[in-house]
């Protein structure tokens, strides 16, 4: 008879998993996540709530430190790697389910988990489920729900930003969003400019007009695609770089004000604002340059309390040698293996101790030191 899809579905490891799980649990045992007072708080379930590659990621890592962790699967991809991944699986049905936080809030509890770790995409900048998660005493592996507020709206992060002395491109954030304002800030700011959705990413509600002719088509054209795309259809008008560079700094914060930056990746090459290939360190970047940046990146993690993983993105531009704030991803991005090549850490690992509420295990110096010897990575 078949399982009903309410139930945990546990899955027959092998020989071999079990042999590492028992090796990683000796691990664990002598592991202590030191917090300011002393104490320590362990993580030792995580319900993984997401799934593909950064299931398997963040499994890998808890394997390693005798973490036990549940995976979610759906109709759709029952028989997909991620689903098998753990002695734990649950489904969830269908595949929009991925989003349905009351269900997988219940798993967690259901299966006595400690945490939950969103991986990247669905749930893992939505400050609500942040909050459903500290309110059912479920650890969120992820930044505070203020922080993805503050940075999950651009006009409202730039805002911040200003006043934390991070620079961010000329333009117009503002609350009055008639064409007529709009247009007239486009012509205050110069052509060519950007248009771009308040909130979301990926691309999605971007368009540049070349001219003041072009401006109204091209404004419409945006605000229809973030409408659909985000449900909310709020732009801000940017200066436009011509001749830009996309570089993001890697940073890391944890709960007692210390922050570093663990090097910068360059995403220059895109398609439709798609990243193509992401490099670290960014190439024929000059190192007072580089360093600036860092400190631009951990000023702007600082100014919203970040904790956990996040990555600030500049746009430079190459005329002026000038780099400006876009926007900070509040999660662990795609692209975290470029870091973890050039600096031999491991990402998940430390945002697992900043969760349990430790303090971060490197010093700025030493980051940068390990950077320097690590060489170069490339991701496609």
């Known amino acids: ?24 649990s ?24 997401n799934r593909g590659e950064i299931a398997l990621r ?60 969103p991986g990247y995409g669905f749930l893992s900048e939505n400050a609500d489920f942040a909050r459903r998660c500290a309110e059912e005493g479920i650890t969120f ?50 052509f060519p400019v950007l248009i771009k959705a308040v909130r979301g990413g990926g691309g999605k509600g971007m368009r540049i007009s070349k001219t003041a002719d072009e401006f109204s088509d091209m404004l419409a054209s945006a605000k229809s695609e973030a409408r659909n795309s985000f449900g909310n259809d709020e732009v801000l008008v940017e200066k436009y770089i011509t001749t830009p560079r996309h570089i993001e700094v890697q940073v890391f914060a944890d709960k007692y004000g210390n922050c570093l930056a663990l090097g910068e990746r360059d995403c220059s090459i895109q398609r439709r604002h798609q990243k193509i290939l992401e490099e670290s360190p960014a190439p024929d970047l000059d190192q007072a340059k580089r360093k600036d940046l860092w400190e631009k990146a951990r000023a702007a993690a600082l100014a919203v309390g970040y904790e956990g993983a996040g990555t600030v993105e500049f746009i430079f531009d190459n005329d002026s040698g000038e780099f400006f704030f876009m926007e900070m991803n509040t999660r662990l991005q795609v692209e975290h293996p470029v870091t973890e090549m050039v600096t031999d850490l491991d990402l998940v690992r430390w ?30």
């Open 26 to 49: 000796q691990r664990r045992r002598t592991h202590t996540s030191e917090k300011s007072d002393g104490s320590s708080s362990i993580i030792d379930s995580i319900l993984i709530a």
């Open 141 to 190: 592996i992820g930044p505070p729900a203020s922080a993805m507020e503050d940075m999950g709206d651009k006009a409202r992060s730039k805002e911040i930003m200003t006043n934390a002395g991070v620079p961010c491109v000329p333009g117009y954030h503002g609350s009055d969003q008639s064409p007529e304002k709009l247009a007239k800030e486009a012509e205050l700011i110069g």
């Open 351 to 380: 945002q697992i101790i900043v969760a349990e509420g430790g303090k971060l295990p490197l010093t700025q110096a030493e980051v940068t030191e390990r950077i320097k010897s690590r060489g170069h990575a490339i991701e496609a």
């Open 1 to 24: 008879m078949p399982q009903p899809k309410t139930m945990m579905l546990p899955l027959r490891p092998s020989r071999s998993a079990i042999r590492s799980a028992l090796i990683a």
């Open 58 to 117: 963040v499994n890998r890592t808890a394997s390693i430190h005798g973490i036990r962790t549940t995976t979610l699967y759906t109709d759709a991809d029952a028989h997909a790697q991620h689903a098998k991944s753990s002695p734990w699986s649950f489904n969830l049905g269908p595949t929009t389910a991925y989003l349905d936080q009351a269900k997988i809030l219940s798993i967690a509890k259901q299966s006595n988990c400690k945490a939950i770790h």
